[in-house]
């Protein structure tokens, strides 16, 4: 069956430096999303993609976020400048029809910023 | 603004009792509501969504728009059963917001 994979499962970076979290939506998705869940709260929406733009984000999602689709199958997240506060679980997910469908969820990126 | 509560932190139950967790949304349209799981070790993945009207492992859950609350149930519980059970709401368009979640634990 297919999955949606993340890679890496655990990044530990330095408060100010630059990550990027990258993940393989299944194949026949069209629509990409990306979570976070800080430690002990709730899974969070940042921001959907569909055809090669942002469709949603939310305000959460500011200028230090990026999305990206740069090739037919990655789908990264990129945190230009990282905080103590973004430590978190990334969960990225794809789902085929957007608004009439289900998410299909990875396993997660755990990052930690020191 | 969409939001999704789910009152209980931890349920914990003997194998073999009934289950029930909670869940209540605030939304002012027509919303879409979904259970999703995670088991130990496990991706997050969809239990059940109300539009299917099934019955999933033996879990339902009905959507009572009076009491703006979708609870998930289940006659007996299972061992296999223990989870983190998260209630998930979407609105209009693609954001599907999700409540703090329950984690289920069934006493053998």
């Known amino acids: 069956e297919p999955e949606v994979t993340q890679t890496p499962s655990h990044q530990v970076t330095q408060m100010g430096q630059e990550v990027i979290l990258r993940c393989v939506p299944i194949?026949?998705?069209?629509?990409f999303y990306w979570y976070r869940q800080i430690l002990g709260q709730k899974v969070e929406f940042l921001v959907s993609?569909?055809?090669?733009?942002?469709?949603?984000k939310s305000e959460i999602f500011d200028d230090q976020f990026s999305v990206e689709r740069p090739d037919g199958s990655n789908f990264t997240l990129k945190i230009r400048s990282t905080k103590l506060e973004d430590s978190a679980m990334y969960f990225c997910?794809?789902?085929?029809?957007?608004?009439?469908?289900?998410?299909?969820f990875g396993p997660g990126t755990r990052l930690t910023v020191l | 603004a969409q939001r999704v509560t789910q009152p209980e932190k931890l349920l914990s139950v003997f194998k073999g009792a009934p289950v029930e967790l909670k869940c209540n949304y605030s939304?002012?349209?027509?919303?879409?509501l979904f259970w999703y799981v995670q088991y130990s070790r496990q991706r997050l993945q969809l239990l059940l969504r109300?539009?299917s009207r099934e019955s999933i492992k033996g879990f339902t859950a009905d959507l009572n728009k009076g009491e703006t609350s979708f609870h998930l149930k289940k006659p007996f519980a299972q061992e296999e059963d223990s989870a983190m059970y998260y209630c998930?709401?979407?609105?209009?368009?693609?954001?599907?917001?999700f409540g703090i979640g329950t984690k289920l634990q069934v006493i053998p």
């Open positions: 997910a794809s789902s085929t029809q957007g608004g009439q469908d289900y998410l299909f």
């Open positions: 194949s026949n998705h069209l629509y």
């Open positions: 993609f569909y055809n090669n733009e942002i469709s949603e």
């Open positions: 939304y002012s349209g027509s919303p879409e």
């Open positions: 109300h539009i």
């Open positions: 998930a709401l979407r609105g209009g368009y693609q954001k599907v917001t």
